[in-house]
């Protein structure tokens, strides 16, 4: 199981540097996407000591590449490479007979979709296994999560070595577990920022993060399913704790489009799956997809965390208790009878998902909660249910309250100039919470913070649920003290 890391830059120098670079970092093989060159290509100079094996592509635009010269051109270019001895050469399927096999260098036959996954897959990858192929390459679009799965089944059935490889945010898991299904090698790019492909990871994402070499049948797979899902924090952490507990498991990014949920979830037993973090916009439609659920979850009407056991789908809320156990923690009593919230007003904004969480467990541990949310309707509903009043979204500065919770997005990355409580409003009496974890220091606890404020970070909330969901992974403590240092570095200036 290897990854293939593409190169794409247009001076030669900067290829072998970026080469060396690579197996510097422990590269077995590198794609040099020969199309990306300025000008004409010196295929000696960019081969010649090569400090590992190569597959030369040079991909026309038509197939996502940026190729412009005749076509003869790039045949005759990939005639070179053949005799000057790379390892591979990638060759569509539909120029493949016109380029003979010659020496070692082993045929790639491509296909690439940039619109969808075909209906019929087998009978494509037939056509491409009649081109005297070593290795088949098929690159499609996943416009559904279910491609995912069609593509790795391929790849496992197939007798000839198969790349299959869905491209696009739908299409993560099918890079991540090609391995996994008999893929020779997978594909990733130098830098995050510079993905030759829809989707494509980089090879320090696949190294640092996923592990890819580590992953075979007897891993196991968690995720996290939402729409969107590009946002989330939850792999770097997840796949962190697991590595350090030496645990074989991976934890991957499923975006899953809310009319594919109950397609997802009857694939999940093809993914070797045992947990999922649910988010956005999952929290209540999986429910009915569950086979048992935890007390919490049927007062708060939401699921943020499901394990596969035994033929069962488990769904639980570890979102409640973490918020709690922040907020009892700042006040010195984590777990006390009675709760140190008891008696407390508390001003929630906002009436989503993570507002019922909370609302839940302050209502449990006798706090009187007034709502405030730009939706009056969704206000008075949270409201009504557990046992508190709403007012509008306008008075909300008015109120006084001993905790100010925001469970809005205001304030969230990029936007952190934005605050959802004017800063003259805070007292220095007032604990303020802000679920808000990505920037941890938001411009509300900025504020509050200078007025004088006890504050309650949403790293905090967010480390404790993870904590709690890694727990009912797997059985063990979670490594706290490490998740929150990956997750403060992945929220810094240093991103992955």
């Known amino acids: 199981m290897m990854i293939c890391v593409s190169i794409g830059r247009g001076r030669h120098r900067h290829v072998i540097a970026e080469h060396r670079h690579l197996v510097e970092r422990g ?16 295929l000696r100079r960019l081969i010649n000591d090569r400090p590992c094996p190569v597959v030369a592509t040079c991909r026309r635009e038509r197939d996502g590449g940026k190729y412009t010269g005749s076509e003869e051109e790039r045949l ?32 790639v036959i491509s296909r690439h979709d940039f619109r969808k996954t ?28 279910h491609d995912n799965v069609r593509m790795l089944k391929l790849i496992e059935r197939s007798s000839v070595p198969t790349i299959g490889i869905c491209m ?41 993060v996923y592990h890819y070499d580590s992953i075979d049948k007897e891993t ?10 590009g946002h989330s924090l939850s792999p770097l952490v997840h796949n962190a704790a697991f590595r350090a507990a030496n645990i074989d498991a991976v934890y991957i990014p499923f975006r899953v489009p809310r009319a594919d949920l109950s397609s997802f979830m009857a694939d999940a037993g093809e993914f070797n799956m045992k947990g999922l973090s649910v988010t956005i916009p999952h929290k209540e439609a999986i429910a009915a997809k569950l086979t048992k659920v935890d007390p919490a979850v049927k007062g708060i009407e939401a699921v943020n965390t499901v394990i596969f056991k035994n033929g069962q789908v488990l769904g639980y809320n570890t979102d409640y208790k973490a918020a709690m156990d922040a907020l009892e923690n700042s006040l010195g009593a ?13 001003l929630l904004l906002g009436a989503g998902g993570v507002a ?26 949270l409201a009504d249910k557990f046992g508190g009043r709403s007012i509008d979204w306008g008075a909300r500065q008015n109120v006084s309250a001993n905790i100010l919770v925001n469970c809005t997005p205001v304030g969230m990355h990029p936007s952190v100039d934005e605050t959802p409580f004017d800063r003259r409003h805070l007292r220095p009496s007032m604990l303020v919470f802000d679920t808000v974890y990505n920037p941890e220091n938001t411009l509300l606890l900025k504020d509050a913070r200078r007025q004088g404020c006890r504050v309650v970070t949403g790293v905090e909330m967010f480390i404790r649920q993870a904590g709690l969901q890694f727990r009912l992974f797997t059985g063990r403590d979670a490594p706290t003290d490490l998740m929150r240092d990956v997750l403060l570095r992945a929220i810094g200036p240093v991103r992955y």
């Open 220 to 229: 196991a797979t968690y995720g996290v399913i939402a729409d969107p899902i």
């Open 168 to 208: 696009g945010d739908i299409g993560t898991p099918s890079r991540i577990l090609a391995g996994r299904f008999g893929a020779p090698f997978t594909y990733a790019t130098f830098h995050h920022e510079r993905a030759l492909a829809p989707g494509q990871l980089s090879f320090q994402q696949m190294t640092d």
């Open 356 to 381: 019922r969480a909370i609302a839940y467990g302050l209502e449990r541990r006798g706090a009187r909660m007034i709502v405030a949310g730009r939706n009056k309707k969704k206000a008075d509903a």
């Open 76 to 107: 005759m270019l990939l005639r070179s490479a053949i005799a000057d001895g790379v390892e591979y050469i990638d060759l569509e399927d539909d120029i493949a007979t016109r380029i003979p096999r010659y020496g070692s260098t082993k045929r």
């Open 118 to 145: 075909p209906d019929h897959l087998d009978m494509l990858h037939t056509q491409l296994c009649n081109c005297d192929a070593d290795i088949v390459k098929i690159a499609t679009m996943s416009n559904h999560p």
């Open 334 to 346: 984590v777990g006390q009878r009675p709760s140190p919230l008891e008696g407390k007003t508390a």
């Open 27 to 42: 590269a077995q093989l590198v794609e040099l996407r020969l199309d990306y060159i300025n000008g004409d290509v010196n």
